[in-house]
C-alpha cells in the first residue's frame, strides 16, 4: 500500500481539491453539482472547516502530491442537527482502489471520535461500488435507500445513506 502523508486542508492544496472535484463533477454522477466550482467557490468551502471541530478536512500527500482528500461536513443547517456530520472522501482516478481511500477515512473517523459526534452520514449516489464498499469496510451500514432524487446528464439517480454510529 502506498505511504500518504494526512494533513488539514489549506488554501494551498484548493486548485489541486479543485481539480479533483471539477473532474468527477464533469464526467460522473457521483457529485450532483452540474457546474465546475471556482476559485472563489473553494475560498468559501475551506471555510466551514476548522481544526477541533466537528467539521474538518484532511489531505493526502503521495511524495508530497495531494491524492485525495477527505471532509466532514454539516449534515442539515437546524441546530439540532448538529451532532450529525456527513463524511465525503475523493481521490484522484490513479490514486484510487489501493487502500488509500480507508487510510483517509479511518483518520477522519479517529479526528471525529474525539469530538461531540454520534451520527456519521456518507451520502453516495447510485453505482459507486468504490464508495459503498469502503463505508462498509469503515463500518458504515445502509439506512436509507432515495429513488431517483436527482438528475444529471439527463438520467435520474438512486442515493443512499449510510450511517456510523458513534456511542
Ligand atoms: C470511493 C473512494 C474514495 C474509495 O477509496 P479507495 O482508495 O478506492 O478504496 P480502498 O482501496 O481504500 O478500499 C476500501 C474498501 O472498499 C472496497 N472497494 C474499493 N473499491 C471497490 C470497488 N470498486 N468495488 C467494491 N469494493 C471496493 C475495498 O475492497 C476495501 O474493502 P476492504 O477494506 O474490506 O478490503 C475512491 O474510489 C474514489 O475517490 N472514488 C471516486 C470519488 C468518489 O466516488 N467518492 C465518494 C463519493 S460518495
Known amino acids: 500500500m502506498p505511504k500518504i502523508d494526512i494533513i488539514p486542508a489549506a488554501s494551498?492544496?484548493?486548485?489541486?481539491?479543485?481539480?479533483?472535484?471539477?473532474?468527477?463533477?464533469?464526467?460522473?454522477?457521483?457529485?450532483?453539482?452540474?457546474?465546475?466550482?471556482?476559485?472563489?467557490?473553494?475560498?468559501?468551502?475551506?471555510?466551514?472547516?476548522?481544526?477541533?471541530?466537528r467539521h474538518q478536512a484532511f489531505v493526502a500527500l503521495s511524495n508530497g502530491e495531494l491524492v485525495g482528500f477527505a471532509m466532514s461536513q454539516a449534515f442539515r443547517p437546524k441546530p439540532a442537527y448538529s451532532t450529525s456530520v456527513e463524511i465525503t472522501v475523493y481521490l484522484t482516478q490513479n490514486a484510487a482502489g489501493k487502500g488509500l481511500g480507508k487510510q483517509l477515512g479511518q483518520h477522519l473517523l479517529a479526528i471525529l471520535a474525539t469530538q461531540d459526534?454520534?451520527?456519521?452520514?456518507?451520502?453516495?449516489?447510485?453505482?459507486?461500488?468504490?464508495?459503498?464498499?469502503?463505508?462498509?469496510?469503515?463500518g458504515f451500514s445502509q439506512t436509507a435507500?432515495?429513488?431517483?432524487?436527482?438528475?444529471?446528464?439527463?438520467?435520474?439517480?438512486?442515493?443512499?445513506?449510510?450511517?456510523?454510529?458513534?456511542?
Open 12 to 53: 494551498g492544496h484548493l486548485l489541486a481539491i479543485k481539480d479533483i472535484y471539477n473532474h468527477y463533477i464533469a464526467t460522473t454522477h457521483i457529485n450532483f453539482e452540474t457546474t465546475p466550482y471556482d476559485d472563489e467557490y473553494m475560498q468559501k468551502w475551506l471555510q466551514q472547516f476548522a481544526q477541533n471541530s
Open 117 to 138: 459526534v454520534h451520527r456519521v452520514f456518507a451520502c453516495i449516489a447510485l453505482p459507486n461500488d468504490a464508495s459503498i464498499g469502503l463505508h462498509k469496510s469503515l
Open 145 to 167: 435507500h432515495l429513488t431517483e432524487v436527482g438528475r444529471k446528464f439527463g438520467n435520474y439517480y438512486d442515493v443512499v445513506y449510510l450511517e456510523y454510529k458513534f456511542d
